[in-house]
């Protein structure tokens, strides 16, 4: 009688224990593949994130190519986005996204690590805090003069601030024509309730409320808290207390 030879024979096709052992693996390494996506997403959307600062419009106080660490927590604390913060601001869509892209853009991120948005083409981009809902406002040698609501007195925007901070206010050039982009001048306007008006640091080569007018909350993305690299420019961005 002819013995039947297994040398061909796959291990797997043999044993069904293996067969067993085999797919738990190939579970278990999917499930650690998902749940470090997920953990992941959830630690850079609901916790903290880096942001690389990848313009000058924020100098003299955050450098270009400077890297920072940002977080959407602060935004629900009591006292909410004060005068002085960095924030993230979302950029108003030339043309609305639809539910398709919307969606599409919210896959890419999940497994880019929110990084890859091929449908929001526009990227959020800092800027400080510089007045709130209820201020009456208005700029002179791009220096913003602020009246807190209910209060009858104009102070600066370095008096009110809770983030120290200074600015670059560079002598525009000759033939500056001062009626069109960034305004260093502008009368007195009163912010509504959820306006926020927003300023780069660098006052004549930048976008901020100058241009696009004043900002909503749900704009506000994320707020600034640290910035950690290069090394020499480490630094905590603690509020005083509110005013």
């Known amino acids: 009688m002819e013995e039947k030879s297994y040398v061909n024979k796959n291990i797997y096709d043999l044993s069904y224990t293996m067969r067993k052992s085999r797919a738990r693996r190939i579970r278990n390494a999917a499930l650690t593949v ?22 000058s419009s924020m100098e003299p106080n955050v450098m270009r190519d400077s890297f920072l660490l940002s977080t959407p927590i602060a935004l629900y604390s009591e006292n909410k986005i004060r ?12 043309k609305p996204l639809s539910i398709a892209q919307k969606a599409a853009d919210t896959i890419c991120r999940a497994f880019t690590l929110q990084k890859i948005h091929p449908f929001t083409k526009e990227a959020p981009f800092l800027s400080r805090i510089a007045a709130v809902p209820g201020d ?23 008096e009110l601030n809770q983030i120290p901070y200074s600015i670059d206010i560079r002598v525009p050039p000759v033939g500056w024509n001062t009626k069109i982009g960034v305004r260093g001048n502008f009368e007195k306007t009163t912010l509504k309730d959820d306006e926020y008006f927003v300023l780069a640091d660098d006052r004549l080569a930048s976008m901020d409320s100058r241009i696009f ?26 509020s005083k207390a509110n005013k």
């Open 136 to 158: 009456t406002i208005h700029m002179r040698d791009f220096v913003l003069y602020v009246t807190p609501k209910d209060e009858n007195f104009s102070y600066t925007e370095f």
């Open 213 to 238: 007018g004043a900002v909503k909350q749900s704009r506000i993305r994320r707020k600034v808290v640290l910035s950690y690299f290069p090394l020499n420019s480490l630094r905590l961005f603690r």
């Open 34 to 55: 998902i749940l470090f996506f997920v953990v992941m997403n959830a630690i850079l959307i609901f916790c903290a994130s880096p942001i690389k600062q990848s313009s």
């Open 83 to 94: 005068r002085g913060e960095i924030v993230l601001v979302e950029r108003p869509e030339e």
